[in-house]
């Protein structure tokens, strides 16, 4: 995948020449790339000059080399190891790291010296309350998102019943063992310990993703397991296997890190670096002193993974905060969860199937025909009766495109439901389901939502962001009713009495006589591609103006509300801050935030503030696709690519077949 192309950093002429002599780095264009953006340049040769300094991997067996030249040289030694929110699958599977720790002091992971993240833990102040707002917003997205060190794991997956003491593996080997002070005799001696201290309970060996994947042994095996000793072997999420836990048990691991978040005092047998700090209860015979802080727990996660990491965006290709390295990687993690089983997509016109392949077939081809081979099925919702009764359902998601579906312009995002669809009110909905769950928000997540909204405003983005400038407008409370296919799912799902435009019309008349009725027509029907056009003379007594392939997003800046029967422009308004009336039951309706005339279901009990809404709608539900990397992205990327792209159009072969379905526009049943 090539990565998104930014700027070189400032000053670059000024960057410290930094040298290194492993060949696994030359291999690795994000590590030298991470390097550049955070002002070294890596480059192959002999330091000589003042400032130059020498890369090693860590405490590799081929750190070696680097240490000798900067002993013999005199250059600075700088220890790099991947951050700890690293990717999908481990570095041995090919996966490139989301960040790197540059630490010129040593290795965190090595005790016998301060590293940088130690000096951080002990001096800084970490009394910062912005910072502390920020870890706690950071740790509950981890939690929330099931994201860890390596991601190829299942949340839906059954841990052991809980009440089980949780001991953790590791590598054979990793240096990350020998200088945190242990050996395969430390492992023996905390699994002894482990069923000590808690003589009923079971006990639960987890192993690490290395040795499951095939990679690495570890300091347990099979041979370990007995009456109440049980090996895990099965991709958990360690949030949820941490849940069931009653007591946790490690000695140097990462998950003994984040069990701290999970609510655990781990019993920690090495001296990693979370241990010393007031946090764990250290097992380890030699004492650091010079670790003696107490912190709390958004403190050691500040400095650790906030202040202390260099994170990257593959998307802008830039250095970015730990905000922006969460959006990336649960984005990716989610697609994984998600496809890693295949699919088998139903209802799925010819040319849908690329744009599908590229969302959902990264880890294994989406299927259109013959047996699932254990897949998972999908099909288009318009087509449900194509697919099975457990298909979840596929549609365009809310920031589409630039251009219309119609014109088989490929989209940039997608929504797949597993309950129903997000348009048909008959029945729940996954989206239903978001929306109720954030009716209450972290101030992360309303952060996030409130950056979103005020983004698209900016830049006028909407579901196709299409159209011209539209004329003057008449003055006066004046009422934007957008017009809809009259044969599209919505409509025939969702509208309820009123389910034509120009009943919509007569309804938005009748209920304010003195009000400027400005009518936009639908994008598909202008272009001639669907069926429902109106003419001036058809509503000359219902509506002052026409505004034909007008920029909705610059009449949504002019009027003072809007009326519609299901249609995406409703909430568009909300999203700026506009009154909405409902004639139908659209996925927005029902929530406390438009006046609804239509029947909506009653489920719809929870009261979200529109930011609650926002976020469920474009963050939660869809997923996205960005067109330049090639990756499953964000919401704010698919902005940033609406804004400047580039943006994938339709080929020759989509635009003649697009002009092909407009002569049988009347009749898209037979080709929708």
Same mark, same amino acid.
């Given at each position: 995948?090539?990565?998104?192309?930014?700027?070189?950093?400032?000053?670059?002429?000024?960057?410290?020449?930094?040298?290194?002599?492993?060949?696994?780095?030359? &291999?690795?264009?994000?590590?030298?790339?991470?390097?550049?953006?955070?002002? +070294?340049?890596?480059?192959?040769?002999?330091?000589?000059? %003042?400032?130059?300094? /020498?890369?090693?991997?860590?405490?590799?067996?081929?750190?070696?080399?680097?240490?000798?030249?900067?002993?013999?040289?005199?250059?600075?030694?700088?220890?790099?190891?991947?951050?700890?929110?690293?990717?999908?699958?481990?570095?041995?599977?090919?996966?490139?790291?989301?960040?790197?720790?540059?630490?010129?002091?040593?290795?965190?992971?090595?005790?016998?010296?301060?590293?940088?993240?130690?000096?951080?833990?002990?001096?800084?102040?970490?009394?910062?309350?912005?910072?502390?707002?920020?870890?706690?917003?950071?740790?509950?997205?981890?939690?929330? #998102?099931?994201?860890?060190? +390596?991601?190829?794991?299942?949340?839906?997956?059954?841990?052991?019943?809980?009440?089980?003491?949780? /001991?953790?593996?590791?590598?054979?080997?990793?240096?990350?063992?020998?200088?945190?002070?242990?050996?395969?005799?430390?492992?023996?001696?905390?699994?002894?310990?482990?069923?000590?201290?808690?003589?009923?309970?079971?006990?639960?060996?987890?192993?690490?993703?290395?040795?499951?994947?095939?990679?690495?042994?570890?300091?347990?095996?099979?041979?370990?397991?007995?009456?109440?000793?049980?090996?895990?072997?099965?991709?958990?999420?360690?949030?949820?296997?941490?849940?069931?836990?009653?007591?946790?048990?490690?000695?140097?691991?990462?998950?003994?890190?984040?069990?701290?978040?999970?609510?655990?005092?781990?019993?920690?047998?090495?001296?990693?670096?979370?241990?010393?700090?007031?946090?764990?209860?250290?097992?380890?015979?030699?004492?650091?002193?010079?670790?003696?802080?107490?912190?709390?727990?958004?403190?050691?996660?500040?400095?650790?993974?906030?202040?202390?990491?260099?994170?990257?965006?593959?998307?802008?290709?830039?250095?970015?905060?730990?905000?922006?390295?969460?959006?990336?990687?649960?984005?990716?993690?989610?697609?994984?969860?998600?496809?890693?089983?295949?699919?088998?997509?139903?209802?799925?016109?010819?040319?849908?199937?690329?744009?599908?392949?590229?969302?959902?077939?990264?880890?294994?081809?989406?299927?259109?025909?013959?047996?699932?081979?254990?897949?998972?099925?999908?099909?288009?919702?318009?087509?449900? =009766?194509?697919?099975?009764?457990?298909?979840?359902?596929?549609?365009?998601?809310?920031?589409?495109?630039?251009?219309?579906?119609?014109?088989?312009?490929?989209?940039?995002?997608?929504?797949?439901?597993?309950?129903?669809?997000? +348009?048909?009110?008959?029945?729940?909905?996954?989206?239903?389901?978001?929306?109720?769950?954030?009716?209450?928000?972290?101030?992360?997540?309303?952060?996030?939502?409130?950056?979103?909204?005020?983004?698209?405003?900016?830049?006028?983005?909407?579901?196709?962001?299409?159209?011209?400038?539209?004329?003057?407008?008449?003055?006066?409370?004046?009422?934007?009713?957008?017009?809809?296919?009259?044969?599209?799912?919505?409509?025939?799902?969702?509208?309820?009495?009123?389910?034509?435009?120009?009943?919509?019309?007569?309804?938005?008349?009748?209920?304010?006589?003195? #009000?400027?009725?400005?009518?936009?027509?639908?994008?598909?029907?202008?272009?001639?591609?669907?069926?429902?056009?109106?003419?001036?003379?058809?509503? =000359?007594?219902?509506?002052?103006?026409?505004?034909?392939?007008?920029?909705? %997003?610059?009449?949504?800046?002019?009027?003072?509300?809007?009326?519609?029967?299901?249609?995406?422009?409703?909430?568009?308004?909300?999203?700026?801050?506009?009154?909405?009336?409902?004639?139908?039951?659209?996925?927005? =309706?029902?929530?406390?935030?438009?006046?609804?005339?239509?029947?909506?279901?009653?489920?719809?009990?929870?009261?979200?503030?529109?930011?609650?809404?926002?976020?469920?709608?474009?963050?939660?539900?869809? &997923?996205?696709?960005?067109?330049?990397?090639?990756?499953?992205?964000?919401?704010?990327?698919?902005?940033?690519?609406?804004?400047?792209?580039?943006?994938?159009?339709?080929?020759?072969?989509?635009?003649?077949?697009?002009?092909?379905?407009?002569?049988?526009?009347?009749? %898209?049943?037979?080709?929708?």
């Amino acid at each position: 995948m090539q990565a998104a192309p930014g700027p070189e950093p400032a000053g670059a002429e000024g960057r410290r020449r930094v040298f290194y002599f492993n060949g696994g780095f030359l &291999r690795q264009p994000r590590l030298r790339r991470i390097m550049a953006l955070a002002g +070294y340049d890596m480059r192959i040769g002999w330091p000589g000059g %003042a400032g130059d300094a /020498v890369a090693v991997w860590g405490h590799s067996p081929y750190a070696r080399r680097g240490e000798a030249v900067a002993a013999r040289t005199g250059a600075a030694l700088i220890r790099l190891e991947d951050a700890w929110l690293r990717s999908v699958h481990p570095g041995r599977a090919g996966s490139p790291p989301l960040g790197l720790l540059i630490d010129h002091s040593g290795a965190h992971f090595d005790a016998s010296v301060p590293s940088d993240l130690e000096r951080l833990l002990a001096t800084h102040p970490l009394d910062d309350t912005a910072l502390m707002n920020r870890a706690r917003g950071a740790i509950a997205r981890l939690q929330e #998102a099931h994201l860890s060190k +390596y991601n190829a794991h299942d949340p839906q997956l059954q841990c052991p019943d809980p009440g089980y003491v949780l /001991v953790i593996d590791q590598t054979r080997g990793d240096a990350a063992v020998r200088l945190g002070g242990a050996d395969a005799n430390t492992f023996r001696e905390m699994l002894y310990y482990a069923q000590e201290d808690n003589p009923h309970a079971r006990i639960v060996i987890k192993t690490h993703p290395e040795t499951s994947g095939g990679h690495r042994s570890g300091y347990f095996s099979a041979s370990d397991a007995g009456d109440r000793i049980t090996l895990l072997t099965d991709p958990v999420c360690p949030w949820r296997l941490m849940e069931g836990a009653i007591a946790v048990y490690t000695v140097t691991s990462q998950l003994g890190f984040e069990a701290i978040f999970a609510g655990h005092r781990p019993r920690v047998f090495g001296r990693p670096f979370y241990a010393g700090w007031g946090l764990s209860d250290d097992r380890h015979p030699l004492t650091l002193p010079r670790r003696g802080r107490a912190l709390s727990r958004a403190q050691i996660f500040a400095a650790a993974m906030i202040l202390y990491p260099k994170w990257y965006d593959p998307f802008r290709d830039r250095l970015c905060q730990i905000e922006q390295a969460i959006d990336t990687l649960e984005a990716e993690a989610r697609a994984w969860r998600d496809d890693h089983r295949g699919w088998c997509a139903h209802g799925m016109r010819l040319w849908k199937r690329g744009p599908l392949q590229k969302f959902y077939g990264r880890y294994r081809p989406v299927t259109f025909r013959g047996p699932s081979g254990g897949r998972r099925h999908m099909v288009w919702a318009g087509k449900a =009766a194509a697919g099975p009764d457990d298909a979840a359902r596929i549609e365009d998601g809310f920031l589409r495109s630039r251009g219309l579906g119609a014109q088989l312009v490929p989209p940039l995002s997608l929504v797949c439901d597993t309950r129903g669809i997000y +348009y048909d009110p008959a029945q729940p909905s996954d989206l239903e389901v978001w929306i109720s769950r954030r009716a209450h928000l972290r101030p992360d997540q309303t952060h996030r939502a409130e950056a979103l909204i005020a983004a698209i405003c900016a830049q006028g983005a909407t579901k196709y962001n299409l159209g011209g400038a539209a004329p003057a407008l008449p003055e006066g409370h004046r009422i934007l009713v957008p017009g809809q296919v009259e044969d599209d799912a919505s409509i025939r799902s969702g509208a309820g009495d009123i389910s034509t435009n120009i009943d919509l019309l007569r309804a938005a008349r009748a209920a304010n006589p003195g #009000a400027v009725i400005l009518y936009k027509p639908h994008p598909d029907v202008e272009a001639g591609l669907r069926s429902g056009a109106l003419g001036p003379g058809d509503i =000359a007594d219902l509506a002052d103006l026409i505004l034909p392939r007008s920029n909705p %997003a610059d009449l949504l800046r002019d009027v003072q509300e809007v009326w519609t029967m299901t249609s995406l422009l409703g909430f568009e308004a909300l999203l700026r801050g506009l009154p909405v009336t409902t004639t139908g039951a659209p996925f927005y =309706a029902g929530w406390g935030l438009t006046t609804d005339l239509g029947r909506v279901p009653a489920r719809r009990s929870a009261r979200p503030t529109l930011t609650g809404l926002v976020h469920a709608t474009l963050i939660d539900y869809p &997923r996205y696709h960005d067109p330049v990397t090639g990756l499953p992205c964000p919401v704010e990327v698919v902005l940033d690519r609406l804004a400047a792209g580039p943006l994938p159009k339709a080929g020759a072969g989509n635009r003649a077949l697009s002009k092909l379905q407009g002569i049988f526009a009347s009749r %898209a049943a037979l080709w929708r």
